[in-house]
């Protein structure tokens, strides 16, 4: 019930599939993942680091502000080692705190960025600003519970707020230099890359470059 589509009867890791596969393909050196509640997203694209064979590092960022679950580091330490991990590095810090010291520059780029804090739009635009200077080309982020608002208790009753990442999603839709593309699985997650050489992209009239053959008659 982490809201990635996963399934225990079957093994079956749901959305993780696309995390692993785009760690795997993209073949990134440091991966940045901003949130988790018990470390299912970290656990798999460090899982995914690790079988590259390149030396990948995964930053895991959450100030274990639910409850005390990453409040230890030695006890954080030993349930990353319980997966065979030992490349993870976990800050407990938020992202604003995080962004304040010397480790954040110092990351190099950032192959893949997944967002899944704190869900408001405000939040998610802080998180994805605060690592756009150090995307590249072909870099990727992913946000988490994407595709709608909703109502989150995960901070108790008295502590509800609304999800609101999706108003952020309709906002980087309308910018012309980026691909948004949901995923409406389970919670939600969208992947949002930046348009390769945007100003190549012309638009062209229906059927132009096409073989005669497969063009429309008129």
């Not at 967002?115 to 994805?128: C, V």
């Not at 990442?165 to 997650?189: C, H, N, T, W």
Request: glycine share 8%.
């Amino acid at each position: 019930m982490m809201g990635h589509a996963q399934a225990v009867d079957d093994c079956n890791l749901g959305l993780g599939w696309l995390y692993y596969a785009l760690t795997r393909i993209a073949r990134p050196e440091r991966v940045v993942c901003i949130g988790s509640w018990r470390g299912f997203v970290p656990i798999v694209l460090a899982t995914a680091l690790r079988e590259n064979g390149n030396g990948g590092r995964l930053t895991f960022i959450d100030p274990s502000l639910v409850d005390d679950f990453w409040a230890d580091p030695e006890r954080t330490r030993q349930w990353f080692r319980s997966f065979e991990l030992d490349n993870i590095e976990h800050h407990r810090l938020t992202t604003q705190q995080f962004v304040e010291g010397a480790m954040h520059l110092s990351l190099g780029p950032v192959g893949i960025l997944f967002i899944d804090g704190y869900h408001t739009a405000e939040q998610a635009r802080f998180d994805h600003e605060a690592f756009t200077p150090l995307l590249r080309d072909g870099s990727s982020v992913l946000f988490h519970d994407s595709i709608r608002p909703d109502t989150s208790l995960v901070y108790g009753e008295e502590k509800s707020y609304r999800h609101t990442v999706s108003l952020y999603i309709d906002e980087l839709k309308r910018r012309p230099e980026l691909q948004v593309m949901d995923f409406a699985v389970d919670s939600g997650v969208t992947l949002v890359r930046r348009v390769p050489n945007p100003a190549d992209r012309v638009p062209r009239a229906a059927g132009q470059g096409l073989p005669s053959s497969l063009r429309r008659s008129k």
